[in-house]
């Protein structure tokens, strides 16, 4: 029997953080969220977002796409949806399209994953598997050497965590802060380090010099994400894992990063790679290139794509979205995340945050 697509609503929802949040200072966050509901009653939930503002134009490119290729139509695989939705952009560009694609193709996945009864990891065609998580939160440049210390011990005692990502602006006031940082945690605990794009080329290759003793688990961001030729050189400097992704949009501007073994850890975002299809692909070209993924927080939804991605090492515990969700995230003794064992992506917003957040 023929299913056709026969709700497909948005939803546009504006969430004060009430204070910058890491290393970009974040301060509200619009969220794009998308319902899918087929004609055998088969529901989808997806969801993407733009930080700082832009929400009503992400929410004008969601109804576009909606319209032309998913309202009254015969439901298709989600890959097959997301081909034709990026098609459909061949005369406009990517951009702002392709944040709305993330939340309609995570939607799709969803309603995909629940008609089958099972979770979106095995939908996408893997096994579940628990994967370790890295502490991130509350992390922010210009912290105090004591604050970086007890934020610290705060993943490590509580949640077993055997990685942390501190936040740096390139200066030797951060070199002497990863230095205590490091000589007060445990040796075993990995140290990432994320610069949010603030240096320049030769800003860099002595941050990256000067971080050379602390055997840092990567450099995230160093240089902005435009700097190809920047990546290249500070690559061949230092011994430092590279990592960057979360300003990439597609795989198409992955590519010549992973290609080039510019970097050595691709950080898909969801909303800017353009969904779960999209970091798939991604996933499979770092593959192929023997690159590492880690995406960009998250951890709740990326888990699933770690079913089927075995070069996903890291899940990023920063929550941004997650006090719109209800309990979204299992951290278990090890350190390790788990998905919920219920079918889709396991994903749900507390009751009443819709409404309560819902721009009218």
């Known amino acids: 029997m023929t299913t056709t697509y026969k709700i497909a609503a948005t939803t546009l929802l504006r969430y004060d953080l ?22 055998a009653d088969n529901h989808g939930l997806g969801f993407s977002y733009a930080l ?32 034709q939705m990026q098609k459909s952009l061949n005369r406009i560009g990517r951009g702002i399209h392709y944040l709305a694609i993330a939340a309609i193709d995570v939607a799709a996945w969803d309603l995909h994953a629940n ?14 598997r628990g994967v370790p998580i890295y502490g991130s939160a509350g992390f922010r440049p210009n912290m105090s050497t004591d604050e970086l210390v007890e934020r610290s011990h705060l993943y490590i005692d ?5 990685a942390i990502k501190l936040r740096a602006n390139g200066t030797v006031t951060d070199i002497n802060n990863i230095a205590a940082v490091r000589d007060a945690i445990p040796a075993n605990v990995g140290i990432m380090v994320d610069l949010n794009e603030k240096c320049d080329l030769a ?16 450099l995230e961001e160093p240089l902005p994400s435009y700097d190809f030729d920047g990546y290249s050189q500070l690559a061949q400097s230092t011994d430092i894992p590279l990592a960057c992704g979360e300003h990439l949009q597609g795989r198409i501007e992955f ?30 070209l770092a ?17 699933h794509l770690a079913a089927v991605v075995p070069g996903l090492s890291w899940l990023e515990h920063f929550p941004l979205l997650e006090s719109l969700f209800d309990n979204p995230i299992d951290i278990d003794a090890t350190g390790n995340l788990n998905a919920r064992e219920t079918p889709g992506h396991g994903i749900r917003f507390l009751d009443g945050a819709r409404a309560e957040y819902q721009v009218r």
Request: hydrophobic fraction near 45%; glycine fraction near 10%; charged fraction near 15%.
């Open 203 to 218: 800003q860099a290759k002595w941050f990256a010099t000067a971080c050379k003793p602390f055997n840092l688990s990567w």
């Open 255 to 284: 590519a010549p990063y992973l290609k080039a073994g510019h970097v050595a850890v691709a950080q898909p975002d969801l909303a800017m790679a353009g969904g779960i299809t999209e970091s798939l692909l991604i996933a499979q």
């Open 18 to 39: 009430g204070r910058p949040v890491g290393g970009s200072g974040v301060t509200s966050i619009d969220v794009l969220v998308v319902d899918l509901k087929d004609s």
């Open 287 to 303: 593959d192929a290139c023997n690159i590492k993924l880690s995406p960009h927080f998250l951890p709740a939804l990326f888990i």
């Open 158 to 162: 509580k949640h077993q965590c055997r």
């Open 115 to 128: 008609s089958l009864g099972v979770q979106l990891g095995v939908a996408l065609g893997g096994v579940m």
């Open 52 to 83: 700082d503002g832009g929400g009503t134009v992400l929410l004008a490119a969601a109804e576009h796409l909606l319209e032309q290729c998913v309202r009254n139509q015969k439901v298709i695989a989600p890959s097959a949806l997301c081909q």
